[in-house]
């Protein structure tokens, strides 16, 4: 008979998946010990969480951590010893430990919260001996909408890179507002504008900046910074080429709205190029009939089937970013064949960035149709 987790445990991180997103999986074939993957600060955390069935005065099995995984040097965390206010948190939410699916939950969030406020000690502890990072820490912190959401890392030197300080913040200024007669085309079932998914694609943007620590830890170099944009959102307009940060002068709080002022500026250009996108596919559904597959978040592919000859074709049109400069690519595939015949592509045919998208699409289907005529006679 096959052994499985118990089903209290199972049923609390399936809670947590569904409420925070982690990730976790059973370590080898112990079925009481658990990897649990937390993301922070645009990094994933490893936590090791076991069970325990033996403790004294619980109807459920209790959790303990293991925070030490991948060398991340968290050994000096233990919110169980510690006095702030989030560490009583934690051993609050222990102390009402029960059998509730939503427990585990409660208890990683507290646990998450203590994290992040040990994670900011360390920082705020080597920013008092660094005059650059106790600036950059203190006016980013004193920031409106961004300092209460700001998480911080110190990633400590290993044998090949050096000690970093990660500061993470959401990007505010930004305005998708462009987006708006796309996303109530295409996102939208009734034509109404989907404010809540604008809402939310805006709420999503953030920026990751790694300072590098001097030698002596006095010191910061300049840093690598990241635009963290959902993955619908980078599809539709793509990932905007990043100001550059000047070392002299640069600062977040300076930098920040430079980045927002950047991003609204590439979805005022891409807003209107994703509705000629959209409005081509249309216009190639109306020659080729309604596509099997399309990409339905950015309008950038579409799969069509076609018959010629009692033979069935996979023609499949991708739309680069660059659209309208730069020509669909078109691969045709014949399919029924035991073996399918691989898919040919082409992107050499007849184009003119200035035509309409319904003159586009009638170019684009004759040329589609001379090329599968031409396939028939090969299959």
């Not at 509730?100 to 080597?126: G, H, K, P």
């Not at 300072?211 to 910074?225: H, K, Y």
């Not at 920040?256 to 190029?273: C, I, Y």
Request: glycine residues 4%; contains cysteine.
């Amino acid at each position: 008979m096959a052994i499985s987790a118990d089903p209290i445990i199972v049923k609390q991180l399936q809670h947590v998946a569904k409420q925070r997103g982690f990730s976790w999986s059973t370590i080898g074939h112990c079925l009481w010990t658990f990897d649990l993957k937390v993301p922070y600060a645009c990094e994933t955390l490893h936590w090791i969480l076991l069970f325990r069935a033996d403790w004294p005065g619980y109807d459920a099995p209790v959790p303990d951590f293991i925070f030490t995984v991948d060398n991340q040097n968290d050994d000096d965390f233990n919110p169980l010893l510690g006095t702030s206010a989030a560490d009583r948190q934690v051993q609050q939410a222990l102390h009402r430990w029960n059998k509730s699916e939503t427990r585990l939950t409660s208890l990683l969030n507290c646990v998450l919260a203590s994290y992040a406020e040990w994670q900011r000690w360390q920082v705020d502890r080597l920013a008092a001996r660094n005059t650059r990072l106790q600036f950059e820490l203190s006016t980013i912190s004193a920031s409106p909408g961004v300092g209460n959401q700001l998480q911080t890392m110190l990633q400590p030197a290993t044998a090949d890179t050096v000690a970093k300080v990660v500061f993470v913040a959401p990007l505010q200024g930004v305005s998708l507002r462009a987006l708006q007669p796309f996303l109530a085309h295409v996102w939208s079932q009734d034509g109404s504008f989907p404010e809540a998914a604008l809402s939310r694609l805006q709420q999503s943007l953030a920026v990751k900046v790694t300072f590098p620590l001097s030698s002596d830890n006095s010191g910061l170099g300049g840093p690598a910074i990241q635009l963290i944009m959902p993955l619908e959102l980078e599809g539709l307009i793509g990932h905007p080429t990043l100001p550059q940060w000047a070392s002299s002068s640069s600062c977040m709080v300076e930098y920040f709205p430079q980045l927002a002022t950047t991003l609204t500026e590439q979805a005022a250009r891409m807003g209107p190029v994703a509705l000629q996108r959209h409005a081509l596919l249309q216009a190639l559904g109306e020659s080729l009939g309604w596509p099997g597959e399309s990409d339905t978040v950015a309008a950038r592919s579409a799969t069509f089937q076609l018959s010629y000859d009692a033979v069935a074709y996979a023609v499949t049109v991708e739309i680069p970013l660059t659209f309208p400069q730069q020509q669909p690519s078109i691969a045709l595939q014949a399919q029924g064949r035991a073996q399918p015949a691989p898919a040919t592509s082409h992107s050499d045919y007849p184009w003119s960035p200035r035509w309409e998208p319904k003159e586009m699409a009638r170019r684009m289907a004759a040329f589609i149709q001379q090329q599968v005529t031409a396939l028939s006679r090969t299959v």
